[in-house]
């Protein structure tokens, strides 16, 4: 769950949402991470057990690189792992490879974001723990990847097969409904990025709930 | 005081250098901020009443914006104002422009770096709370500006003040002895950024001190 | 008249546009400048005797820089200034000083443009030759930023001249009817920056003589 | 051969560079591509017939992109290919994947740089014609990747081809001598990619000839 810069994941609000998440986990034993802003990593790091991940880090050695995140400042504040190369952070080439592999280097995991079946095959062809493919244009519309495009889905995870054949494959972009999760597990995902379906949710608890629910099917 | 992303300044050691500093403001009175890293930002806020500062916010309003720095999460971990183009996260003039609205806005402090006489007074032109020169060149190299490039420092404080009479206005890049913090309030600087010559000095509190105490005489 | 990166006005048709251009300065004394693409200078350049501008040029010496764009490049090809931080080709603070510095140089005009009044004012107070304000909402919408904004357009003017007395002032998007051209000169501006307006109109000389005769009432 | 920004290959002596090109593949049959900037395009492509590439294009589509590279633009000039993402010109993945594509769709030959063995492979898992290894800390130094990290090169044609069977390998970085080039074809590359070793020479002919025999071996 990527809780993007919305207010309703801001602060003390990034603490509640996640621990809602650790709640759902407990009740459901989905496996279900949480990438709160930078200055709240700290926070929801201490408040919940379920891994905490940045949405973002740079590829720098500690030194003189003000108003960067340094792999040493997230893993201090909580972070297991990070999300590189999102939509809204996209980021050059050799900075993708540079981030992965300081994340091996740090043992903190990597997932690396892509828009398109040829970019998640490239970004697999680097090796990193996660692929997540994500098309933008339909991050936030709520008409999900899943039940919208099945067939970039599938064609993801073909040509991502085809270069890489243990990297984990998630799906994102206009996740809302539980049907769209299930789908995205029948694509031969294993499981999905959300943020706006859940973080503006009248009540999250529900709506992550039947998205843990769908995957148990 | 920017802590960049030095070892010496993440984590705990964050909040001991912070600790410092506040420890020098107490003893002397000199007005001093402290600007650590993102995870770090509510640590060190929590643990000290000096004025705790970003070094970068992103000009962007609360949504779909991953990976980036929201003015509202710097605050609510506790910041009071940002660095802004510092010459290591430098920025697109109109998103400089965006950050100081932002700040203004948002009752933060805003203070402008820029990396010679001419960007200084085009900062200034757009009315930050402060702007502070900072040759590149001299960044960490213990050659400090106030002392090696005098001409540089006046000019520009004469060309910020044609355009802008009340801006506060700073200089930094080498600064390591207190006569160099004496020698930049004597050209017509309010006062200077520093980093590594406290971060990595053997006992910050020493330097530090000599610091405030060069601004008294 | 911005030629962007529009059909209309690539290779051949650069250069059939910039004698129209041409046809209508000697028809009615007008100052008309032309910024076809890089690929197209040298081809325009030979063809008409008005002012070829590029739309860009990088901060850079001659040397390693693969891809980019060079002062010495630009000018073999017959180019006497350019655009700098076009709102769609935005630059750092400190590369626009650069350019400005690089064009004094080589003797190259250089034409900064901005985004609103405190940006502009920013712009100023770096000396380029030309000052040019264009709100990017205003960009090819047909909506004259001296028709819909004029309150912005003086305020710009009034911003400018407190930091650069001498600048020209020039302001831009939206603009597709003469009247709209005699509003920003009244406004106090010294001409307009077009684009799509006379590149995308079915008969580029009528528009582009009526917008030049509107200088002259 | 990649021209660069170097005064010695730009305006009338880029055609001049590319005349002796063409002169070293009429004698030896050497396939050479020369790779001018964008304003040298034209001028280039109507003096010689040996392939002309551009340094870079943008991912657009015609229209409003002041200052950036269209395809159509350089094509209309004579380029019949391009290179993506030189380590001087780095490109986000999503835009490298998206040139590659505008190639595919307009007939352009796409040659990607990449800076090591893993984003190699990244790189021709989005199958361009070509992929080019230029380890960026050796370019221009005269040390040669293909002598000085024979097994950088071997790992990379490795990695290369686990996901790529037919794309073309080129090397490059610090050739400056025939043994160089024989070097880079013995580990297992189809080909050099070269600049300073060439452009900057006393004489571009010999050196360029002695390269093109050393193929022939």
Chains 1, 2, 3, 4 share one sequence.
Do not use: W
Not at 27 to 43: C, H, K, S, W
Not at 85 to 112: D, F, G, M, P
């Amino acid at each position: 769950m990527n809780f993007k810069t919305f207010l309703e994941s801001t602060g003390q609000k990034a603490v509640e949402l996640a621990r809602t998440a650790e709640k759902v986990t407990r009740e459901t034993g989905t496996y279900i991470v949480v990438a709160p802003q930078f200055a709240d990593l700290a926070r929801v790091a201490d408040a919940v057990e379920i891994p905490v991940f940045a949405q973002h880090i740079d590829p720098i050695k500690p030194g003189s690189n003000t108003g960067h995140v340094l792999a040493e400042s997230v893993e201090s504040a909580g972070a297991v792992g990070t999300l590189i190369n999102h939509s809204e952070r996209q980021l050059k080439l050799s900075e993708i490879e540079s981030i992965i592999e300081l994340c091996r280097e740090k043992n903190l995991a990597s997932c690396v974001c892509a828009n398109n079946p040829g970019t998640s095959a490239a970004a697999a062809a680097m090796h990193p723990d996660v692929v997540s493919l994500e098309p933008p244009e339909l991050i936030g519309t709520g008409v999900a990847v899943s039940k919208a495009q099945p067939q970039v889905v599938t064609h993801t995870v073909n040509l991502v097969r085809k270069v890489n054949s243990d990297v984990t494959i998630l799906c994102g972009a206009g996740i809302t409904q539980s049907v769209d999760v299930a789908a995205a597990l029948k694509l031969g995902t294993s499981g999905v990025l959300v943020a706006s379906g859940i973080v503006k949710a009248k009540d999250p608890y529900i709506i992550l709930r039947a998205f843990a629910d769908a995957t148990k099917q």
